[in-house]
Every structure is written in C-alpha cells, then in structure tokens.
T-cell receptor, first 111, second 113 residues
Framework: GQNIDQPTEMTATEGAIVQINCTYQTSGFNGLFWYQQHAGEAPTFLSYNVLDGLEEKGRFSSFLSRSKGYSYLLLKELQMKDSASYLCAVTPLTGDYKLSFGAGTTVTVRA | DTAVSQTPKYLVTQMGNDKSIKCEQNLGHDTMYWYKQDSKKFLKIMFSYNNKELIINETVPNRFSPKSPDKAHLNLHINSLELGDSAVYFC????????????FGPGTRLTVL
C-alpha cells in the first residue's frame, strides 16, 4: 500500500515563504508530484520530481530525497492567490499506473 | 477549448436512483481516470482506462460502472445511489498510462439526499 503524510494546515503572511513537507512510504517509487487545488476547483499540476534534488519553477520549488522518502514544496513571495490546498502524490513503479495522493495541506495566506 | 470537461457540474438526487456522469478530453491522451474526493478532501483513484481498456479498478462497490466508448470519453454510471456516495467526482487524463502528469476536469459535485 501507499502511505503519504503531509501537514493538514499551514498559515503564512503575504510575501513570506512557506515550506510544505511530504513523507511517503510506498511499495515502489517512480516519481513524486505536487498539485495545487483551489477551493471548489480541480487540482492543477505544479511540479514533478523523480531524481534527488531541487526543481525550481518561478516562485515554486520542489525538493526530493528518495533515500529519505521525503519531499517539500517551497512557496516564495507568497501572494493571496496562493491560498489553496497542496497535494503531494506518488507514482509507483512503472506498470502499476496509480497516482496515490496525500490528504493535502491547506495553506492560508494572510495580509 | 476546454481540455477535460465533465457534465453535469452539480448533481442532486435521491437515494436509490441511478445517475451518470460524463467526461470528455480533447488532449489526445490515451489514459483517463475517475477520482472521488470526499468531504475531507482526500482524492482517491477509482478507475483508469488506457485506450478503452480498464487498467485500474480500485476497491469500489460494483454499483459504480465506468464505460469508455472511445479513448476521448470515460463515463461513470452509478446504480442505487447511497448517502455515502455524496462527494466530488473528478475525471482526469494523462498522455500515457505510465506518464502521470494528469489533467483534471472541473469536477462533478454529487449530493445524495
């Protein structure tokens, strides 16, 4: 089975930085995704990590350590529109096809 | 030019009824999915089809039956609806089955009374 853990909620101030951690214990590993989901909307893709290290994309960065079963999503220069749920998802080994999601972290950005 | 579309967006019905949700993607993807997101926002895979062939069938009551008439469409039929079926159902698609950047539809909020 897949066990993916992330904090339930985080609050930060506009302009600040927030780091959302995700730990996973899965039967296999073929990559980790971060998705953003605004309230009442569909999840949208943010990042994909399959090798160890940091992937940077504008204000958002994602880090992966496969040996530790750990990832984080870093949101810089927070804006009000970043208030959303952030979902960590893991793909198992090729051939299993399932994308297993964590329960999501709700980030609230305050002025 | 919506990439993944679902109808209806909202569905309110009585317990015991049968209902269908339709999904279409115009991305030319081979693989489509159905997810259920409950009140706690946990997104769980239900089914996946690759080129009209069922490849994922999670532990879902057999009241739920997916149908894929072609690789651009994946519909979900639910028989004998129960209160616990109330949730948001998301359709998604990906280029291939083992290329998992998925594009999600807008969701269908199902409320069973």
């Amino acid at each position: 089975g897949q066990n993916i853990d992330q904090p339930t909620e985080m609050t930060a101030t506009e302009g600040a930085i927030v780091q959302i951690n995700c730990t996973y214990q899965t039967s296999g590993f073929n990559g980790l995704f971060w998705y953003q989901q605004h309230a009442g909307e569909a999840p949208t893709f943010l990042s994909y990590n399959v090798l160890d290290g940091l992937e940077e994309k504008g204000r958002f960065s994602s880090f992966l350590s496969r040996s530790k079963g750990y990832s984080y999503l870093l949101l810089k220069e927070l804006q009000m529109k970043d208030s959303a749920s952030y979902l960590c998802a893991v793909t198992p080994l090729t051939g299993d096809y399932k994308l297993s999601f964590g329960a999501g972290t709700t980030v609230t950005v305050r002025a | 030019d919506t990439a993944v579309s679902q109808t209806p967006k909202y569905l309110v019905t009585q317990m015991g009824n049968d209902k269908s949700i339709k999904c279409e993607q115009n991305l030319g993807h081979d693989t489509m999915y159905w997810y259920k997101q409950d009140s706690k926002k946990f997104l769980k895979i239900m089914f996946s089809y690759n080129n009209k062939e069922l490849i994922i069938n999670e532990t879902v009551p057999n009241r739920f039956s997916p149908k894929s008439p072609d690789k651009a469409h994946l519909n979900l039929h639910i028989n004998s609806l129960e209160l616990g079926d109330s949730a948001v159902y998301f359709c998604a698609s990906s280029q291939e089955a083992d290329y998992n950047e998925q594009f999600f539809g807008p969701g269908t909020r199902l409320t069973v009374l």
